[in-house]
Structure formats: structure tokens, C-alpha cells
């Protein structure tokens, strides 16, 4: 994953003085390579196609293809060939792909060191997803808080999809990620610090059953209408996923973004779901939520850092804050 500060603010404010004059030679007679195509350039390397790099950088396809052919010219070689179903780095662009990965990197985490010196008070930036703000954020604040009192914890709405460019903008300095362990999430070239592990359920009506059981195979329910939570991407089919290693086709009757929702179209007898534990926080007493078993199911959280952050002890600090708090309790 390339890092440094993303996304340009040239590109989202369309065509620019500042952008133009980054495309022009340098006019001692040299060329410059500008950071920002670099970043455009290395995400059309790890995603293999002008339209798949556009769609994750909410570029156009056209856009994206223009800024090749400027750092071709730059380079003056090609770096990719152009083929009818995506396009293959060149032995140059191999090269210049993994470079610039590495320089990009360096340079993203000396901007945040840099800019985290000058801040007063002295701040970390912690990236959150919905589900971790309900019951281990608020947890990780008050200790976070009580042990260091002379840093200011900032926090920030965040998906696990939008870490890598959040933590290169600088935008954040730890994300909160998660993933399943039946389906990993691809390598972005970033530190993992695991947290936990956070057990799937199956959600049924206080009435079911089965709600009494003290754990519940999928395949039991093979017959139930299904109620599935509308992840994005890659976890659009999440549920169908683990009902398909589990032997069968769900019948999803219903999807919702919101957990909230899921459990009140579980306790109305719309359909049985699946959801984490820490999703369950403030869960309805008209429902149960039962472990699965045989297969059992796992949401895995991180936390995540760039690779050149390891150091700062700021960073160092909220990660062992979050080892701590995310601890499972024994009781």
C-alpha cells in the first residue's frame, strides 16, 4: 500500500495552478517526479487496472490514465502495457513501484512525526468503526486519558477500507480494523497489532426453538429466512459466505447497514442473522444471541499503524492502551 499524504487535495479540487505546475518539466532541465502520481501510479500497480485504481481512488478512469501517461513522459519509458482486460508493469514500472512504495512510506511517516512535534498539546489520532465505538472505545479513552494525561486522544469515523489512505493523509495515527478469519482482508502493506478476537453469533427470537440451546450449528438453520447485514466491500456476501462453508444456500429475505435494525427484524420473526459480539452491546431483550458452532465464526480486530510508526512512542502508547482494553476478561 503506497502512503504519504492522500487524497491530493488538487485532484479533489479539480484542475489547479498547484497541479499543472507539477506536471511541467523542471526548468533547471531535469524532470520531477511528482509524489502524487506516484501514489496514483502505485495503487494502478496493486490493483492491475486503470478503472479498478480510479473506483478505489473515486477518480475517473480518463483522470487516472492521464496522470500514466504524464509520468511516462517523465520518466520517458513506459511503465505499463496497456492490454484489452487491465494492464502488466513493465520491468521499469516493477521497479519504480517498488521503490516508490518504500519512499512513500518513509515520507508519509516523517510528515506525522514532524507535524505530531509541533502539535501542542502533543495528540494521537485514533480511527474508529461503529461497532468499536460502542463499547471498547469508550473504555480505551478513560484509560488512554488517565495514563496520559499531557496527550490529547483525537478520535475519528473510520472504515477499515479507508485506514490506509486516512493513515497517509495523516488524518489519523492508529486505525481501528477489522476483518473475518474466514476471509481476510488483502495486505496493505501496514503493521497489524492484533487485538482480539470477536465471536460470531446467531441472532434468534426469544421464541425460537433454539434460543435456549447452549450453542447452534448454521446448517440447522439452513431452512430459516436470513436477515444480512449490507457490509461493503469484500464483504458484501459475508453471511453467504459462511452459510456456503457451512453446506447450503441462505434465503435472504432482508440486508440492513444497521445492527440496531437487524435486531429488531429478528425479534418481528423476520428472519434469523448473524452478528459479532461487540456488535451486541445494547442488545434487545426480545432476542437471543447463540455461539456457533462447527463451524465457528470470528471477526478479528487490529489495530493498525503505518510501518514507519512502530517508533513514535506516542503510537506505542495507544497500541498497548488498546492490547489492554481489548483483552478479553476472564471470568
Do not use: K
Request: charge should be negative.
Amino acid at each position: 500500500m503506497c502512503s504519504g499524504r492522500w487524497p491530493p487535495r488538487s485532484v479533489r479540487q479539480g484542475s489547479s495552478p498547484r497541479w499543472r505546475a507539477a506536471a511541467e518539466p523542471d526548468r533547471l532541465g531535469g524532470s520531477v517526479l511528482d509524489t502524487r502520481r506516484l501514489r496514483i501510479f502505485c495503487t494502478v500497480a496493486e490493483e492491475g487496472s486503470f478503472t479498478a485504481a480510479a473506483a478505489r481512488l473515486h477518480f475517473t478512469q480518463s483522470a487516472v490514465s492521464q496522470q500514466m501517461a504524464i509520468l511516462e513522459r517523465e520518466v520517458g519509458t513506459p511503465l505499463v502495457d496497456r492490454r484489452p482486460r487491465g494492464i502488466r508493469l513493465t520491468p521499469a514500472g516493477t521497479l519504480l513501484a517498488e521503490r516508490a512504495r518504500s519512499l512513500l512510506n518513509e515520507l508519509a511517516g516523517l510528515e506525522q512525526e514532524v507535524q505530531r512535534i509541533g502539535e501542542r498539546p502533543a495528540a494521537v489520532h485514533l480511527g474508529v468503526f461503529t461497532t468499536a465505538g460502542a463499547h471498547l472505545v469508550p473504555l480505551v479513552v478513560r484509560e488512554y486519558r488517565q495514563r496520559h494525561p499531557d496527550t490529547q486522544l483525537v478520535l475519528h469515523p473510520s472504515q477499515p477500507g479507508e485506514l490506509p489512505a486516512q493513515l497517509a493523509d495523516g488524518l489519523i495515527t492508529v486505525g481501528l480494523s477489522w476483518d473475518y478469519d474466514f476471509a481476510p482482508r488483502p495486505d496493505e502493506g501496514l503493521l497489524h497489532h492484533h487485538l482480539r478476537d470477536d465471536p460470531m453469533c446467531v441472532l434468534l427470537p426469544e421464541n425460537h426453538p433454539r434460543a435456549a440451546a447452549p450453542s447452534v450449528r448454521l446448517r440447522d438453520l439452513s431452512d430459516e429466512p436470513w436477515i444480512a447485514r449490507d457490509h461493503r466491500a469484500p464483504y458484501a456476501d459475508a453471511l453467504e459466505v459462511m452459510c456456503r462453508i457451512a453446506g447450503f444456500e441462505p434465503d435472504v429475505v432482508f440486508r440492513t447497514e444497521d445492527y440496531s435494525a437487524l435486531q429488531g427484524l429478528v425479534a418481528a420473526g423476520v428472519g434469523v442473522a448473524v452478528a459479532p459480539r461487540l456488535a451486541l452491546v445494547a442488545q434487545r431483550p426480545d432476542i437471543v444471541a447463540v455461539p456457533f458452532e462447527d463451524p465457528a465464526f470470528t471477526r478479528r480486530i487490529d489495530a493498525v499503524t503505518l510501518l514507519e510508526s512502530a517508533r513514535d512512542p506516542l503510537v506505542a502508547a495507544l497500541v498497548d492502551v488498546l492490547r489492554e482494553v481489548a483483552r478479553p476478561q476472564v471470568s
